[in-house]
């Protein structure tokens, strides 16, 4: 019977490189990289395994070489350097002579499966050993896809206590073994094979939370995700705790957000995690961006104010659509703002028109401005400032107090017309005709005015550009229009000169249009 039973061909054993391990006292495993272990096979020479005293290179260690303490062998695993594919678990005493038949059978049976693995694993480029055999009783392999296959020599109760997965595969009723025990485990295609053999260290371990104090947010994700997949339930609200307690810096919070989700409908507790990023607040992100805006605009300090405007215009400008995603309610805040903002300054203008006016009222005039300018700034970021034109071209009133007040009180006001004026030449509002007509004329004279102040005291004021805007705005009107108010400025360019704007360009073209291609006629 034995003789005429086949024999399965042995093909050579593959074997097991010694690779930079570290093992701690409690039997916590760090496995190097895949890239380490490609480094390592093509340079077989460069480390010595010896034991349980190799130096780590392993991610989220030091670099720094330490030496670390071995484990107990009958507690945790320590490291096998070149053991062959094909070692038993662990070793048993020699069957009696009337159980030999069926030991033969038995071990022909193990053989079969070993050579199975062993086979899978030579088609792997590298293989790690982990643990004792002789005093484990299970063994673990890994077939990763980055071509290692790395072998894991444990202890059956420590894991099937730790996880779900391997309890299950552990179970007498379904190891498909006849009740005998378990002598491999194989898990095939393993996304992470290095955090898989980590996670599975991390089972040896009282306190899985300890561990990964050095750890980064990216490593403990990658561990929590082979945990869940494990059923090791410990561990992966050791890594709830982790996160919830470690700072989220740039598109790890993403990535956490993502990671955690679905653990929601579990009794992990995700909830602390995720009131980071929500809230239950009664407080609306309208009302929220309402205080902030009012405390910006109310700000005294010149530094903190420019640094926090230029803050909140860059925030609003990434968002393609408001906090809450109403844009109706974030156009009416804006506006709303912006009404307060004018009504201020009209009570400014009426106070600075009498004589004897407080100093401090320039001042007020100078921050309201600039509030203004920037609440443009966010309507025009926002596609919303039509309707701004419409309310600055109707302040009639406050145009007539300005030519009241002293210049050097009054000319900042002029860089809100200029700012509307390139808006208009640029494209970026559309109002109609009659608010592009009835803006020059009332605003137009008050800006020539102001001119020459706006070119001494206004840091960002760009001549060309304000230029090109009021000429391309003129050029908007009827022809009848353009007429009236470019003959006007001609006027006043010939007693100015560069104390005006110079709107030759605008000229030019109104020149040709009226002289040189008189279209209407042409058609008639």
Known sequence: MEESRPRRAQPAPARIRPVPIAVTPEGFWCCPSPAALHKSLKNPHHHHGHGAGNNSHGHGHSKQQRKIPSAPPSVAPSVQNAPSVTDEPGRREAPDEQNAVAAEAAADKRQEQAGDAEAQAQQHKICVGFGQPETSDLTVMLYGKEGIAVRMSVHRDVLSGSSAFFAEKLSDGDNGHGGSPVPCVEIHDCDDAEIYVETVGLMY???AKHKLLKQNVSRVLRIMKVAELLGFHACVKSCLDYLEAVPWVGEEEDSVVSSIRHLQSKSYGVSPL????TSDSPYSP?????HIMEMVLKSNDDRGRREMKALVLNLLKDNSRCTDGTSDICSELFYGSCRGCLE?????????SEAGFPSQVTRQITLETDNLLWLVEILVNQRICDDFVVMWASQSELASLHAKLPIASRHTVSSITARLFVGIGRGEMLPSKDTRLLLLQVWLQALIDDYSWLQCSCRSFDRKL???GIGQTILTLPLEDQRSILLSWLGRFLKLGDNCPNLQRAFEVWWRRTFVRPYVNQAR
């Open 205 to 207: 371990c009282d306190e």
């Open 274 to 277: 995720l009131k980071r990023v």
């Open 286 to 290: 309208t009302d929220t961006l309402s």
């Open 466 to 468: 304000v230029e090109e």
């Open 344 to 352: 201020r300054l009209q009570l400014l203008f009426v106070e600075a």
